[in-house]
T-cell receptor, first 114, second 114 residues
Framework: DAGITQSPRHKVTETGTPVTLRCHQT?????MYWYRQDPGHGLRLIHY???????DKGEVSDGYSVSRSKTEDFLLTLESATSSQTSVYFC?????????????FGPGTRLLVL | AQKVTQAQTEISVVEKEDVTLDCVYE???????LFWYKQPPSGELVFLIR??????QNEISGRYSWNFQKSTSSFNFTITASQVVDSAVYFC???????????FGTGTSLTVIP
């Protein structure tokens, strides 16, 4: 158990509304990540963070923003939700260092945009 | 270009059969890391194994074994004497020493029929 929680676990929203997903970790990991999982695509990186207020874009960052004001929390915001953002969102952490540290995942958030 | 390819989208086997899940990767880094994750029907992502590029020794853990071959850029996963509890989606992933991102394959859905 990597001490990662995500909230909410399920959400239904309407097109055009802003949505914020929260990832919380209890073990002071420096690196945190947001992925989306869609059939046929596996997991795709949206944004990641390498420290408080330090974030960078991933492969599919359009339409998403993130914030990290505290080590333990990494927020993902859909600025104006669209149906194409219906997905399962996973947060992950990895221990500090260069690539190669293992990523551990939160339980996921199922988002449905109507 | 896809960095990690899992050509098998779905596999079905009868319980107690052996099954191999294929993973082919692409990287120019000399140092990199390979991973397998399991996603059971409950949806969580479970880390199974990590392998470093400089260690080609195969690994066995109970009924699970992994065959890492740099010559063919493959990191295949074999389940011996499969069980119904092995039914899941399995993801292969690559991390390069030059970055902090993970690259996931699209997953192989394994169904073990009792």
């Amino acid at each position: 158990d990597a001490g990662i929680t995500q909230s909410p676990r399920h959400k239904v929203t309407e097109t055009g509304t802003p949505v914020t997903l929260r990832c919380h970790q209890t073990e002071n990991h420096r690196y945190m990540y947001w992925y989306r999982q869609d059939p046929g695509h596996g997991l795709r990186l949206i944004h990641y963070s390498y420290g408080v207020k330090d974030t960078d874009k991933g492969e599919v960052s359009d339409g998403y923003s993130v914030s990290r004001s505290k080590t333990e929390d990494f927020l993902l915001t859909l600025e104006s939700a669209t149906s194409s953002q219906t997905s399962v969102y996973f947060c992950a952490i990895s221990t500090p260092g260069t690539g190669g540290e293992t990523q551990y995942f939160g339980p996921g958030t199922r988002l449905l945009v109507l | 270009a896809q960095k990690v390819t899992q050509a098998q989208t779905e596999i079905s086997v009868v319980e107690k059969e052996d099954v191999t899940l294929d993973c082919v990767y692409e990287t120019r880094d000399t140092t990199y890391y390979l991973f397998w994750y399991k996603q059971p029907p409950s949806g969580e992502l479970v880390f199974l194994i990590r392998r470093n590029s400089f260690d080609e020794q195969n690994e066995i853990s109970g009924r699970y074994s992994w065959n890492f071959q740099k010559s063919t850029s493959s990191f295949n996963f074999t389940i011996t004497a499969s069980q119904v509890v092995d039914s899941a989606v399995y993801f292969c992933a690559l991390s390069e020493d030059s970055g902090n991102q993970f690259y996931f394959g699209t997953g192989t859905s394994l169904t073990v029929i009792p």
